[in-house]
């Protein structure tokens, strides 16, 4: 947008349906990267449901406009007028035809919005907004209609060419050129479209669907990506067979494809029956993928074919329901890595996500709630909170209504708007008219934002033998919205024991004791709950499986935590008491402290991490992740004010002690973990590889660190080892980190996925003088600041997970990051606008870092020409300014 140009807001509120319906689509390519021509024949006919227009207005921007006729008459000047982002036919009949020519730049596109080229190919990207790149259309989601494509390109050079539904027909052409037409019998709106043309591979299997349907699914890669498919096929066979049995939903046509490209904004798009996927989340080979990347495809191909009746079959009614689509998708994701993998781990690393990841965001500048009211520009609400969020929401329906019941009302959604473009409140009657229960109160979750706080204490009579948990609500005033609502929070608890074991709990009004762990309701500002026959004083074990998405205020004691890590049977209660235990040593203890060399620690902590060392019983990815240490970022979001180089200094002292006192412990787990057994990747491998790799990053606080980095870096056949025993020698300064970095490049230097890890590692050195290496890496053969995956491992990982290096006190690395944000800016605004948001929590640090941070804010909103992408995110962040 220009400079000084209103920034234009969209609000929820004033939702109109679009005055025209479009019967079918007619759109035929001729491909060619300089100069596509793509002709649109549409067939119009007037909305009775929607407020008359005369006119019809369509989406387009950035396109020739070579002809347009309706009806097979051209229509003259006066008969419709155009700006850079409509064309409006005027005084149109009640029906008609209209036939439109334009001409669009694939090879100028660096947006990656519409269509572009990447590498040798083209392909499209077209939710949100893209569509309107690619030629003048209603390109909103509650227009959908039934798409014919016929793609028309050179034989030689675009053997391939693909679109959504079933191949109809093809073609030869004289001089080399060949077509293919292409027909999808399901309507959609135009962010599901898409096309692909180019040279590329494929991988080929079959599915029979549950009714016996035989679909032929196919993985579309570049040549030299062909071995690296196999895991993503095997994935999508599981997605299919999963969401058969688990939602009882099969799919829908003959040809599933999959193409994988290098160059993508996002993870991977729905489209129907053709997505595209950035290449990261489909290519894997056991020597290039870590145990993290084929977890990541597992859930990502399964998240996208997922999104065929959640989000296709029905999809959203206008951008604001995009949680719609995509809470409830990463919800049924989640599910199926669950049951795929080890639920308790899945559980606890997508808690910890939504909290060191969603929750920031919720309380700064951008916060929204998962169903927003406005927005500038949509792509910046493709957020943590309308995803993550929003699945936490979702997984609140299946805890209040089980899983019969969370199925019913899924049924009864698909009975209702199959076909259809719908809002979250269709899918929350669906749940309620299904149960025949009253949701109304849950219903606040979508239109409330900020996390909510939980504060906890109890009671205990010995007399009685009677426990009460008092509990209260409160969420905090975020930006734009002041006044909350109480909301109704399912919070599961249980009682133990001081030995550890769990009572059953029986509520002072009931006649028997259902369970040992309870869903309570808190509905109300603060309610109370009083359990029976509870003859000693109990541990309380609070929001059990991370019931709600909220902050929980309870001051467990540390032997409270002790207990709970030790003997609760809940394994994000397990977890989260380490976590807690750690916390406490870290900022409680330690920050601010001179830490001397004695290398002294409360027992409590020390104790647990034997307690976790000589553990054999538990699957060790759980004991993985409870030794992992509370992040940086999580613990500066518990303080007032962020102290960035006291929480890193007494973080990593911590570590240190720990590492120290438990030396020979975790030297023979690390040596017991660490064997010659050839490489796997079943669950059981990767748990003990997880394991095996905390020890070592333990290992590398002390001076045998090193060496057994180097030799595990040597020895591994596998990447997950390597990269984190690379990982290991550069982040502890290591004599041999630098030799390991040059032997690491020289072996991987045309392998894309695998550069992108050896700039992530650079990148997220804790250290003053990463900004310096990060820039001079700017420069490097394998970085291009037109690929979205390098912006994100170099620039991204530095900004947003290195605070050492970011906030470095002369403001050094704020000013690179705003100089990258506004090159970026000019190229590709989705991607500059998500930069630019590491800035957002910018009044959370000092008076010095604040104001620097401030002053690159301002120099970017004053840059000519920025995109509203951008515009939206620094002029929210810069509105938010701190309470003095
Ligand atoms: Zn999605």
């Known amino acids: 947008m220009k400079k000084g140009a209103v920034s234009k807001t969209v609000y929820r509120e004033k939702y109109t349906p679009f005055a025209w319906n479009l019967d079918d689509v007619e759109l035929r390519f001729d491909i060619d990267p300089d100069s596509t021509r793509v002709v649109s024949v549409l067939r119009m006919k007037r909305n009775p449901a929607a407020q008359p227009d005369s006119d019809i207005r369509l989406d387009g921007q950035q396109m020739e406009l070579l002809s347009i006729a309706m009806n097979d008459r051209d229509l003259t000047a006066e008969e419709y007028s155009k700006d850079e982002d409509r064309l409006i036919i005027h005084n149109a009949p009640d029906a008609c035809t209209l036939t439109i020519e334009v001409l669009i730049k694939p090879q100028e596109n660096t947006a990656l919005e519409g269509l572009y080229l990447s590498g040798d190919f083209l392909l499209t990207q077209c939710e949100a907004e893209g569509f309107r790149k690619i030629t003048y259309f209603p390109d909103r989601p509650d227009v959908m209609t039934r798409f014919e494509v016929t793609i028309t390109a050179d034989q030689r050079r675009y053997p391939v060419l693909l679109s959504n539904g079933n191949i109809v027909n093809s073609g030869q052409l004289e001089g080399g050129r060949h077509w293919v037409r292409w027909m999808d019998p399901f309507v959609k709106p135009s962010y599901l479209f898409a096309l692909v043309a180019g040279d590329l591979a494929h991988l080929e299997d079959h599915f029979i669907t549950s009714s016996g349907r035989d679909v032929t699914l196919r993985v579309y890669v ?82 996208e074919y997922f999104h065929n009746w959640t989000g296709n079959r029905v999809t959203c009614r206008d951008w604001f329901q995009l949680t719609l689509k995509e809470g409830l998708t990463v919800f049924r994701d989640q599910e199926f890595s669950s049951d795929m993998q080890s639920r308790a781990v899945k559980r606890i690393r997508d808690a910890r996500d939504l909290r060191s990841r969603q929750f920031p965001e919720d309380a700064g500048p951008m916060s929204h709630p998962i169903r927003p009211d406005r927005y500038i520009e949509v792509n910046n609400f493709y957020t943590m909170t309308v995803y993550q969020k929003g699945a936490a929401i979702i997984r609140m329906y299946h805890k209040l209504l089980g899983e019969d019941g969370f199925q019913k009302g899924m049924k009864l959604y698909f009975e209702r ?113 009083t359990f029976i026959n509870i003859p000693v004083r109990p541990v309380p074990s609070l929001l059990r499986d991370f019931s709600a998405p909220v902050k929980l205020h309870y001051s467990y004691s540390v032997s409270d935590l002790t207990v709970l890590m030790a003997h609760d049977s809940d394994a994000f209660v397990r977890w989260e008491a380490a ?279 301002e120099r970017i909103s004053t840059v000519d020409g920025l995109s509203p992408d951008v515009f939206e995110i620094v002029s929210t962040a810069l509105g938010m300014e701190k309470p003095e």
Not at 237 to 265: C, G, H, K, P
Not at 458 to 479: G, M, R
Not at 518 to 524: D, I
């Open 579 to 857: 976590q807690l235990l750690a916390q406490g040593e870290i900022l409680g203890n330690q920050l601010g402290q001179p830490q001397t060399e004695e290398l002294q620690l409360d027992q409590g902590l020390v104790e647990a991490f034997r307690t976790l060392l000589q553990d054999r019983h538990t699957d060790p990815a759980l004991l993985a992740e409870a030794m992992i240490l509370p992040g940086e970022e999580y613990l500066g979001e518990q303080m007032a004010e962020v102290d960035v180089d006291g929480i890193h200094a007494a973080r990593r002292y911590v570590k240190r002690c720990l590492a120290d006192t438990l030396r020979p412990l975790f030297m023979s787990r690390y040596k017991e973990l660490n064997d010659a057994a050839p490489y796997d990747n079943s669950s059981a491998s990767m748990a003990r590889r997880s394991l095996k790799n905390v020890c070592l990053s333990y290992l590398l606080e002390t001076e045998d660190g090193a060496d057994l980095a180097q030799a595990q870096l040597s020895s591994s056949d596998n990447m997950t080892d390597s990269l984190a025993a690379l990982l290991g020698l550069v982040w502890s300064g290591a004599a041999a980190a630098g030799p390991a970095l040059e032997e690491f490049e020289q072996r991987w230097r045309n392998d894309a996925l695998v550069m992108d890890k050896w700039f992530v590692i650079q990148a997220t050195k804790p250290d003053p003088d990463t900004v310096r290496i990060v820039r001079s890496l700017l420069d490097h053969h394998a970085f291009s600041i037109n690929n979205p995956n390098k912006v994100r491992s170099l620039i991204g990982a530095f900004a947003m997970a290195n605070p050492t290096g970011f906030h470095v006190v002369d403001g050094s690395g704020y000013s690179f990051h705003a100089d990258q944000v506004i090159a970026l800016d000019a190229l590709n605004p989705q991607v500059a606008a998500r930069m630019a948001a590491a800035f957002n929590p910018w009044n959370r640090y000092d008076k010095s870092r604040r104001s620097l941070m401030k002053a690159e804010l």
């Open 417 to 529: 708007h199959d076909g259809q473009a719908v809002t979250c409140d269709d899918f929350l009657s669906a749940m309620s008219d299904a149960n025949g229960v009253d949701l109304s109160l849950f219903g606040r979750w979508y239109g409330q934002s900020g996390t909510p706080e939980v504060t906890a204490s109890c009671d205990y009579d010995a007399e009685k033998a009677s426990f009460t948990l008092h509990l209260s609500q409160h969420t905090p005033p975020t930006n734009n919205q002041q006044d909350k609502l109480a909301l109704l929070i399912p919070f599961e608890v249980g009682l133990l024991s001081p030995a550890g074991e769990e009572y059953p709990l029986q509520l002072l009004e009931e006649e028997s004791a259902p369970a040992t762990s309870r869903l309570l309701l808190l509905e109300q500002e603060e309610q109370s709950f």
């Open 222 to 303: 570049e040549h030299e990506n062909i071995d690296r498919c196999d895991f993503a096929m095997k994935s999508l066979i599981n997605s299919m067979n999963w969401d058969e049995e688990r939602f009882d939903l099969e799919y829908d046509l003959d040809i599933y494809n999959i193409v994988a490209t290098n160059d993508f904004n996002m993870g991977a798009m729905e489209n129907k029956s053709l997505n595209i996927f950035n290449s990261k989340y489909v290519l894997a080979r056991p020597d290039t993928a870590t145990d993290s990347d084929y977890q990541g495809i597992e859930g990502v191909i399964g998240h």
